[in-house]
């Protein structure tokens, strides 16, 4: 890996108000919500030390003071955070980070949206992997998405692979079926060279009315400036823990591998799962 593109700082969206896990989200932050034995958010986090992050920011909103005060002093990890006032959309969220990053590449990981399976190398080491590589000013994990439900995620299409990594052309953010340029979804864990932040101030609402990060992309692509995915392999999936029923799938799947679960059962007890 080159010392120059190594990436020790990420970044962790958590201001949004999780609004489709009311009213659970009116007690606790959706990020917060345990799984298993720890909140998503403490996964995410342990997932971003293993891949050799040093520095992470949360970037929350007022009514989520929980999460620094959680993650005070945690272990191996220098955590601070910001706040964001208005919640207008991911990109948004990404530009509350410049004055931390300055000059560095970064890495974002959604705080909502856990990778599968946690054990280590997780997939996030191939973002890292690909941007010191590569020349990439973003790289994106993507993950293979029938186009029927390109709608609801940010669609890539691969331009020219290189072993394991392609190039990017082209993003759309939520396309129609008819407009989707790929069969690969974003899927929540991005590296950045600070460049982006130029791109997200040029950045016009779009999907939603908000600033969306896929659009502040296309600008890089737009420009000249390199953006590559990295594809989810194997059993690997993306799970957005912002809907009750992932957010009950997701807790079943951590609690199964807690070492202690086996123990738990009475005798004669089974427990099916049909896990994707």
């Not at 345990?34 to 996964?43: F, S």
């Not at 590449?105 to 856990?114: E, N, Q, R, W």
């Not at 086996?262 to 994707?276: I, L, S, V, W």
Request: include cysteine; charged fraction near 25%.
């Amino acid at each position: 890996m080159s010392e120059a593109r190594k990436i020790h700082k990420a970044v962790i969206p958590a201001a949004g108000k999780g609004t489709r896990l009311m009213p659970l989200t009116k007690a606790i932050a959706k990020e917060m919500l345990p799984l298993g034995r720890k909140p998503v958010l403490e996964i995410i986090v342990d997932e971003l030390k293993s891949t050799g992050i040093t520095d992470i920011l949360f970037v929350i909103s007022e009514d989520k003071a929980s999460i620094p005060a959680y993650f005070k002093d945690y272990p191996g990890l220098s955590i601070d955070w910001t706040v964001q006032k208005e919640q207008t959309g991911l990109a948004a969220a990404i530009l509350c980070s410049e004055d931390y990053v300055k000059d560095e590449p970064f890495l974002v990981a959604l705080g909502d949206a856990l990778i599968t399976p946690l054990d280590p190398p997780h997939a996030t080491t191939r973002v890292l992997d690909c941007y010191s590589r590569t020349d990439a000013e973003c790289v994106v994990i993507v993950q293979s998405t029938p186009k029927e439900e390109s709608f609801r995620y940010g669609m890539v299409r691969p331009a020219r692979w290189d072993g394991q990594y392609f190039e990017i052309d082209l993003l759309i953010e939520k396309p129609s079926p008819e407009e989707c340029p790929g069969e690969y979804s974003i899927a929540g864990r991005y590296a950045f060279d600070p460049s982006i932040f130029d791109c997200i101030r040029k950045t016009l609402p779009g999907a939603g009315g908000e600033l969306q990060i896929t659009d502040s992309i296309r600008l890089m692509i737009d420009n000249g400036r390199p953006v590559w995915g990295v594809p989810l392999l194997g059993e690997e999936t993306r799970r957005d823990i912002g809907t009750f029923p992932v957010y009950y799938e997701a807790f079943v799947l951590l609690s199964r591998d807690d070492p202690d679960f086996d123990e738990a059962k009475q005798p004669g007890q089974t427990h099916k799962y049909n896990f994707r």
